[in-house]
């Protein structure tokens, strides 16, 4: 008798959800009001889940591509997001001085530091011949930024120190900037304007870590001199990638280059840093600060939804009480416990939501493959997220179908068998 029991839960599990199917379609407004919300709340978990985690992959990989020990000197580094009214009180930016090139050759001297590169940023007019390009993402470099940043050149070369000392006007641009200015052609050679400014293309380079990031995005990299003279930029934010030497741990390296910081600006042992040392793992953590924000949107969002279609569980699973009340009677009169007809109405809800689940999965999946097609966020659906999402809806549908389920095994066999 004892190997049986498991046959009679798995029967009864099957009647549950054969019954919940003929639910659906025989009352299709009901349940579709009861599905949506339920889908609605695990397409957002699943959405939100897959950006979540492909923004993290992305940051990480530029991180790793940059190698492990770089970390960067900035004027000022806040981790979070700053909110200003142009004040001194709330523009704490405003006091630190900006990185100056010759502090950067500086730290390029210290024993601990293998190499630094330079780096400032911004959009500007690009063109060649009849192609106008208003808004292309450039960068002034040192001629070390490939060793520091990462990438390959496939094509030309890099511009060379006297190059960089001369302020000489060569670009080095990214395959696709190339594919919009030069279908077809060899970009080496080729005079561009740039600010209106003619620029020789003596390299191509494809998938560099922080200026070509994005590889999706037509980029290039100018000499930083020529960069200051041309670009319209917004001065004073430059920031020194620091590479630390083999023998040296990172740790050596950013105690040697604050030391060496400190002692430049004349700072006194009790003095506050007036620059910012920005490591990896402080970069990771400020991303995962903001993460944790959307997650707590994502699950607020996802609640109200879940409650939506709690709510249209309670409503279906009573009108299902009602109709079949002589039904539960019958059942009652031929040996049903109350624990068999609730467990019968447990699972009818919980495969309600359940069908809302997968329904929302496959609308969270689609969602998930549009960012990663026309975004360059790499979207994954996240296994924890799948785990959440079906998780999160056999509980509402287990939690909202309490009471029916509750009402339905307390019937009063005699009175149920009496209903019409």
Known sequence: MTPAAPTSVLSRMAEGVAIAFDSVRANKVRAALTVLGVAIGVTVVIAMGSAITGINRSITGILEAAGPKTFFVQRYFSGGLDISDGSEELSPW??????????????????????????????????FEGVNL???AMAGMSPTWIKVNGGDLIAGRNFTPVEYAAGA????????LAESLFPGRDPIGKTI?????????????????????????????????VFTKVADYERGWMEVAVV??????????????????????????GDPNNFAIVT????????NQITAGFFVVMIALSSVALMVGGVGVV?????????????????????ATR?????????????????????????????????????????????????????????????FGLYPASKASRLDPVEALRYE
Request: charged fraction near 20%.
């Open 169 to 176: 006007r060569v670009a080095i641009i990214n395959d696709k």
């Open 94 to 127: 405003r006091r630190m001085p900006w990185i100056t090139t010759d502090e950067a050759a500086m730290l390029r001297a210290l024993p601990s530091v293998r190499d630094v590169n330079i780096g400032e940023y911004t959009n500007g007019p690009v063109s």
């Open 193 to 225: 304007k740039i600010f209106g400014e003619p620029f020789q293309v003596i390299g191509l380079h494809a998938e560099a870590a922080s200026l070509f990031s994005n590889a999706d995005e037509p980029r290039l990299a100018l000499p930083h001199t």
């Open 280 to 287: 990896q793992d402080r970069v990771l953590d400020t991303f």
């Open 339 to 399: 624990r068999e007809i609730m467990f019968q109405f447990l699972v009818e809800a919980a495969t309600l939501t359940l069908i809302g689940c997968l329904i929302g999965m496959g609308l969270g999946a689609l969602v998930a493959f549009g960012i990663r097609s026309f975004t360059p966020i790499p979207a994954t659906v996240p296994l924890a997220s799948v785990i959440a999402a079906v998780v999160a809806s056999i509980l509402t549908g287990v939690l």
């Open 134 to 136: 208003t808004s292309v």
């Open 244 to 269: 630390p030497t083999e023998q040296a741990t990172t740790l050596e390296a950013q105690d040697e280059v604050t030391a060496a910081m400190r002692s430049v600006r004349g700072l006194k042992p």
């Open 315 to 335: 409503a279906i699973m009573m009108i299902s009480v009602t109709e079949r009340t002589r039904e539960i009677g019958v059942r009652k009169a031929l040996g």
